[in-house]
């Protein structure tokens, strides 16, 4: 029989505290989501568009043919999308498609487990700074939580990453971030080249040499309608790389240029069989003044079948000091964004729970 839990403590005991998850909460048995996940109206992804068959959200861009003739026309939809969506999807990218089945299988590895051999990462607890299990963003400074376990697992360097990072996932994880963090490379220098400036190696490698992959897991929802997997919010990286599986439920705000005066809308950045999805980070809308968009976006649930997702967030290094790019912002005519030194910025933004875009104006420069 499904547990009952007297009140919001209880279920926020069980399901954050003690390390069940949202995944122990539904194999205990519930027929309804519990009022604490219960989103207000304003945070669902209610008002959803599909792409055109022809959108670059579902026309995956093949990265092979960087090297090839169509060189130019590839550089010119990877900055399109950069400037438009802030989303998205690209082939060929150097992770084979066995390495991508078998880092899914991995991650249901992980949350297969019991809730104890899960638990021993939870935050306080966890043996290593390098690797925390969890459910929801900010539990403790949210008013509905979010639908949704993962575990993070913050890369240092191979030795610390085979040490401390879980046994079940860690070679595919390790795996996918190395090949991923190529591909990483090349689209950076793709979109800084394209603002006209150029870094050296040691800029580019401390801009994104701070990698955190995630294991996300979405567990079927009973009311989908009244919950998201993960809240609207734009991350903190350069550039985030994520694999889905076949699922869905990823969905990106369109942003107010696009809409042309229709109300908020969101659009689904649909699987493709081994596609990885790229996103701009808050990192990347600063570094170029504003002219690449930090994409909005959020996840809604299902309940029709469990989700896997498993980003790469490539970061600042913590130290690295990001601002506008001093050539873009005086061709801009001024910065929009002061500069701030990295780990302020991450600071700021784990301290909140999700909120939009709302994380910007912790630099936005104000007009006078
Ligand atoms: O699961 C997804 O598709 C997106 C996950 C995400 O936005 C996040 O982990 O920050």
Not at 56 to 80: M, N, T
Not at 113 to 121: E, I, L, M, T
Not at 191 to 208: A, F, K, Y
Not at 334 to 351: D, K, L
Request: hydrophobic share 40%.
């Amino acid at each position: 029989m499904a547990p009952t839990f007297d009140d919001g403590n209880s279920l926020f005991d069980f399901v954050v505290k003690d390390g069940n998850g949202v995944k122990g909460l539904v194999d205990s048995g519930i027929t309804k989501v519990p009022e604490r996940f219960i989103q207000p109206p304003s945070e669902r992804i209610e008002k959803v568009v599909q792409s055109s068959k022809d959108h670059f959200a579902s026309v995956p861009i093949d990265l092979s043919k960087l090297d090839g003739p169509d060189h130019d026309q590839v550089v010119e939809a990877i900055v399109r999308a950069a400037e438009t969506l802030g989303f998205f999807q690209v082939i060929n990218h150097g992770v084979s498609f066995d390495l991508l089945e078998s880092l899914k299988n991995a991650a249901q590895r992980f949350f297969a487990q019991p809730a104890d051999a899960k638990a021993v990462y939870l935050k306080r607890v966890s043996p290593s700074p390098f690797v925390k299990y969890g459910t929801s963003f900010a539990p403790e400074q949210e008013k509905a939580l979010e639908w949704k376990d993962f575990v993070s697992m913050v890369y240092t360097n191979d030795g610390d990453a085979q040490q401390h990072w879980p046994k079940v996932c860690k070679e595919e994880a390790l795996e996918y971030l190395k090949l991923s963090s190529k591909m990483v490379r090349r689209l950076l220098e793709i979109l800084i080249g394209n603002l006209g400036v150029t870094l050296d190696d040691s800029r580019l490698e401390s801009l994104i040499g701070n990698k955190i992959v995630n294991m996300n897991f979405y567990p079927i929802c009973p009311n989908p309608e009244l919950t998201v997997g993960v809240g609207r919010h734009s991350d903190m990286s350069i550039l985030t790389v994520l694999l889905q599986d076949n699922v869905g439920g990823l969905y990106v705000k369109l942003e107010e240029e696009i809409l042309d005066g229709r109300k908020e809308e969101w659009m689904e950045i649909p699987p493709i069989p081994g596609a990885l999805v790229i996103n701009a980070g808050d990192s990347l809308q600063i570094l170029s003044n504003g002219r690449y968009k930090s994409a909005e976006h959020g996840v809604r649930t299902t309940s029709k079948k469990s989700r896997i997702s498993i980003p790469v967030f490539n970061l600042p290094r913590p130290t690295e000091k990001i601002g506008p790019l001093p050539h873009v912002a005086e061709v801009d005519g001024g910065a929009v964004y002061r500069e701030v030194m990295f780990q302020e910025y991450m600071s700021n933004h784990v301290g909140h729970a999700h909120e939009g875009k709302k994380s910007l104006d912790f630099v936005k420069v104000k007009a006078n």
